[in-house]
Each structure stands twice: as C-alpha cells, then as structure tokens.
C-alpha cells in the first residue's frame, strides 16, 4: 500500500477506528479455518423536511445531519433562500428532521421516485433532469498537477474502506488539497454528506474539485451539477449517460485516474496541462486498489 497520507490538514478525514461504524464478524477462510474480519455497518435514517417524511436511506450513520440537509438540498427541496430553523437528530429511532420558515408539501414529487444505479438503492424524486436547464458551471480553470497530486494523497489517505471494504469515499477538494472526506454504503450518501457540510457552513463551489472512488454515473453528474462543482474526478469509469449530461451542462468530467493516466470525456477546455504525465510515477501493481463499486 505505501505510505499512509498525513490526515492532520482535512476538514474531516475518514474515521475508520470510529465506534459503530464497523463490527467484527467471524467465518471461515478458502482453508475452513476460523478467521475474524471487519464488516461495514448499515443502518436506516429516515429524513423528515418539517412534518413531511421524506425517505429513508441506509446509511453507516455518521454525520446524519450533513446527509440529511445534502439530501434535501440535491433534490431540490431546500431551496436557495430557504431559512432552515432547526436540524435535530434522535439516534434512539434514528431520525432526522431538518425545519425550515417556509412551509413545505412535497406530495406530488415523492409520488415520482427513480431507483438509481447506486448501491443501497439509491433514490431520486421528481424529473432526475429537474433544475439542471438554468445551472451554469463556472470556468474555473483546474491544473493536471492538482489531479495527480490529490490522486495519490487520497489514496494514501487511511479510510473505512481499506478497514473494511464494501464502501464508497467522495472527497471535496480545493486545488490539489482534499478537505472534507466522506464515506457511505451509497455514493450517492457520500456526496449528500458533503452537500450538507457546504450548506451548513456557507462554502462555494466555484473553486472545488469533486473526487469519488466510485463510477461516474448520471446521478453522480447531476449532483455534482447541480451543487455548481465543476469538475469530478474518479478512479474507476463511466456511464454513457453521465457523459453526456456532463457535455451538456459543461461539467468536466474525469475518470480512470491510475498513476500517470486519466481519461477526460468532457470538460477538456478547463484542463491546464502544466505537468507532463512521464513525471508522474506510475501505481505500482502491488500497490493498485480496487475501489469499491468499480
């Protein structure tokens, strides 16, 4: 694996050691002899806006506030000006409701649901394209040095999947330093997270660099898009789809991220290419990860 990355100057780090969020199973090996692992936990969170139930996701339970106010904020029913009044989270039924000055009635729009390709069923209500016709992404140019460099240190970077496996990571990250590093059962959790920390905190998206571990699917793109983040990066691949709401919302669009290598499918004309990938040392095959969902 290498060396592990200095955590020190995240906002949030991943907390693989954290109480709760794994536990230890016991089995048998390829040899029939007893061996004890660490298997991810997965619970429900039931998210309510006001008195209005809205869904219930599984997740591994940290930051259910964060995930609560991202979710709401990705489907649309947080609104720009909306005035949010309060966030309680009740770990004993595992609930979340998130208050806000405006009343709200989401009736119509939960009758439409879309199951989505993220594991933990992902789900997303209303019209998926909803919102995306008035998004314009910033021009923000991003340097391929920046790529490399946050693509080594956050997989170095200690983390609940190399504890346990069976999860997804998605980072925010400003230039070439990751700060807030979010993991899930669900990527698209992972990201809600990280929406819900901007929101909580007032952080812009005009600058940041949006990396996960997982596929770049079409839920992935639109999120992204619509939190107004204008570049998302991973390691693993594409879906056709996802390629093209990228090039028609101007998203760049970043994926099989190894070593020295990437492929860019949208987006190109953001690209600063101020390195020249021979410098990059190439990921050694001992070294090499798979990330999960790849």
């Known amino acids: ?37 660490s298997v991810v936990e997965e619970r429900p969170l039931t998210i309510y806006l006001n008195r209005q139930e809205i869904v219930t996701a599984m997740t591994i339970g940290d930051y259910p506030e964060y995930l609560a106010l991202g979710f709401l904020k990705n489907q649309g029913m947080l609104l ?15 609930t979340v409701v998130v208050r806000t000055e ?27 394209m909803e919102g995306l016709e008035g998004v314009t992404l910033p021009a923000t140019p991003v340097k391929t040095s920046w790529l490399y460099a946050l693509a080594a240190r956050i997989n170095r970077t200690p983390s609940l999947y190399l504890e346990a496996g ?20 669900g990527r698209h959790n992972a990201v809600d997270k990280i929406a819900g920390w901007m929101l909580k905190h007032g952080v812009g998206p005009q600058d940041k660099i949006l990396y996960t571990t997982g596929r770049l699917t079409s839920e992935m793109v639109i999120k992204t898009a619509m939190m107004g983040i204008p570049v998302l990066a991973s390691r693993s691949g594409f879906t056709a789809w996802g390629v093209e709401i990228a090039r028609d919302v101007g998203l760049t669009l970043i994926g099989r991220m190894r070593g020295q290598r990437f492929v860019c499918l949208a987006g190109d004309d953001r690209l600063v290419r101020d390195v020249d990938p021979a410098s990059i040392p190439e990921e050694g095959r001992k070294h090499r990860r798979k990330s999960a969902g790849e």
């Open 1 to 37: 694996m290498g060396r592990q990355e200095d955590i020190s100057e995240f906002v949030i780090a991943p907390d693989p050691k954290a109480p709760g969020l794994t536990r230890a199973v016991t089995g048998l090996d390829q040899a029939g002899q007893p061996t004890e692992i």
């Open 102 to 128: 405006r009343q709200t009635g989401y009736e119509e729009k939960l009758q439409k649901k879309t199951r989505t390709s993220g594991c933990a069923v992902g789900t997303v209500f209303g019209d998926m």
């Open 166 to 185: 069976a999860i997804h990571g998605t980072v925010l990250c400003q230039e070439d330093r990751p700060l807030v590093y979010m993991e899930d059962v």
């Open 80 to 94: 720009a000006d909306d005035v949010i009044t309060g966030v309680d989270y009740d770990d004993e039924i595992e």
